[in-house]
């Protein structure tokens, strides 16, 4: 081999060789920086977690929203002492903004407590316990009595015809899907049937209807929820009621007994013209990024039956506490960090559309949203709505929340509230606690403040503060590029 060769090959070597141990230094310098940053990441995890378990007000705050104000229909006394409470709370814990925001909302009235019997002969009855649906008319107010025909969909209420159901009350009998371990999967499989079953059974000329209660345990407790007439005239809307799953397994029994029998219900709720209501916002403004704003927030309102805890007071008092843990700890965050106590979710989602107008017409650049409303049990993690580059960089943080069992990181779905802030790149998120026991309590009268586990709350609003202070510190990583941190 000639010198020259010679000296290239070792020129060459030589090089590579560099080139090995400075890629070595590098990866081990970035490895080093990742270590200190989740350190520092850990740490501050860590206080937030100390400060809601050792020190927290969530638990209070929920306290007074159940036992002193109890159940927030929107337009109601209560929803309006409820909006003076929260606001005044945030004026209390130092944030450098907090406001009302109008909003105009729905008002619907229960009127006196349903009575329902069925009567398998004449003088021959047993009561059954019932509650109206948000937003139906009442009964004549002598009540409704009517022969039953029971169906599982709407496809069922086709095959049928006017001539199986004219004259008759309708009864929605599908059940939750209990093999479905995603309890909001086996809501959202059969909740049509309470929002459209009125609509639909009435263009066979029904006279009423019966839904069998979201609830996947078999109680005695009817629940509510919103439902919808759609185009359907004034004058043709019939009334609609949630049965109790107890009620409606008599029921269903009873009918295969004895199929003429009949049904009886008494309701007297009312719709109103739309009141004056008010979002409730409280921010902290952001040292770097003051105009792009982080939201956290869950509905204020609450369905009448019980004080509402579950759904959505402690969505609201977790992300209350998730502006009062950072200034609890002196965590000053980047971005404009704000919570917002939402109006009108349960029937009508006025508040969330009404923010998301607001925030376009006054060209606010959003970048993140989280909402708590899925009850306060353990947390288990999150879902993203969002596209792959941010969901990459959240699921690098999953290692930080497993000391604290939080292993569910899913991409797809947030909240309702926040749902209309979406706009492409924008990241929205959803609390996800453990929902076995939620449907339990959902939009019934055992949604009180005795079924919120004191501990389980404040975990949800220390995992949502961690969250939200990875949000901040890292930012965003939009595929369209709109925010690069």
Partial sequence: MRYSELKMKENFLLNNRITLITSLFVILMSSISAQVVNKEDSITIRSLYDAALLNGKSYDWLDHLSNEIGGRLSGSIEAEKAIRYTESELKKLGLDKVWLQPVMVPKWTRGVKEYAYIETAPGITSTTNICALGGSVATPSGGLKAYVVEVQSFEELEKLGRSAIEGKIVFYNRPMQANLIRTFEAYGGCVNQRYAGAMEAA?????????????????????????????????????????????????????????????????????????????????????????????????????????????????????????????????????????????????????????????????????????????????????????????????????????????????????????????????????????????????????TFDAVNKRELELGGATMASLVYLMDKYGTKSEFGVIKD
């Fill in 203 to 447: 263009k066979y000329g029904a006279v009423g209807v019966l839904v069998r209660s979201m609830n996947l345990r078999k109680d005695d407790y009817p629940h509510t929820g919103a439902m919808t007439y759609g185009d359907t005239p004034p004058d043709q809307r019939i009334p609609a009621a949630a049965i109790s799953t107890n009620g409606a397994d008599y029921l269903s029994s009873a009918l295969k007994l004895k199929s003429d029998l009949k049904f009886y219900f008494k309701q007297s709720c009312r719709t109103y013209p739309d009141v004056q209501s008010y979002n409730v916002i409280g921010e902290i403004t952001g040292s770097t990024y003051p105009d792009r704003y982080m939201v956290v927030g869950g509905h204020l309102d609450s369905w009448d039956l019980g004080d509402g805890s579950h759904d959505d007071g402690a969505g609201c008092v977790q992300s209350m506490e998730v502006l009062r843990l950072f200034r609890e700890i002196g965590y000053k965050p980047k971005h404009s960090i704000r919570v917002v106590l939402f109006m009108n979710e349960e029937n009508g989602l006025r508040g969330g559309r009404k923010y998301a107008e607001e925030a376009r017409l006054r060209n606010e650049k959003h970048v993140f949203a989280l909402e708590s409303d899925a009850g306060g049990f353990t947390p288990r993690g999150f879902s993203f709505d969002t596209d792959e580059k941010n969901f990459a960089q959240i699921e690098s943080w999953k290692s930080l929340f497993e000391p604290y069992l939080i292993h569910s990181f899913v991409k797809g779905g947030s909240g309702a509230d926040i749902g209309p802030l979406k706009d492409g790149s924008i990241v929205l998120s959803g609390l996800r606690p453990d929902s076995q026991r939620y449907f339990d309590h959902h939009h019934s009268a055992v949604d």
